[in-house]
């Protein structure tokens, strides 16, 4: 779904809005304005299946041994690597 987040130029209202059509005007729920510009998103989404980063690993995500992790995250429940 064409879903963006928005902020406002007059009041600083931060809101998400559907924009169906690129040349949809959108208008700050809070004051009415048209002032508004659109923030840059980070984009999410998930998997139907393991994720499986380490070829150690079985299908559930965990190896027999020690707990494998990304760079990011130092092992545990990580939302960038599924781990």
Not at 43 to 63: E, H, M, N, Q
Request: charged residues 25%; aromatic residues 6%.
């Amino acid at each position: 779904m064409p879903i963006y987040e928005f902020v406002c130029q007059k009041c600083g209202e931060e809101f998400e809005e559907l924009v169906l059509k690129e040349d949809s005007e959108v208008f700050c729920p809070k004051c009415h304005s048209k002032e508004v510009n659109k923030l840059m998103s980070a984009c999410r989404f998930k998997t139907g299946g393991p994720i499986v980063l380490d070829s150690s690993k079985s299908a559930a995500g965990t190896s027999s041994g020690s707990k494998s992790s990304c760079a990011g995250c130092s092992g545990g429940n990580c939302s960038t690597c599924g781990l």
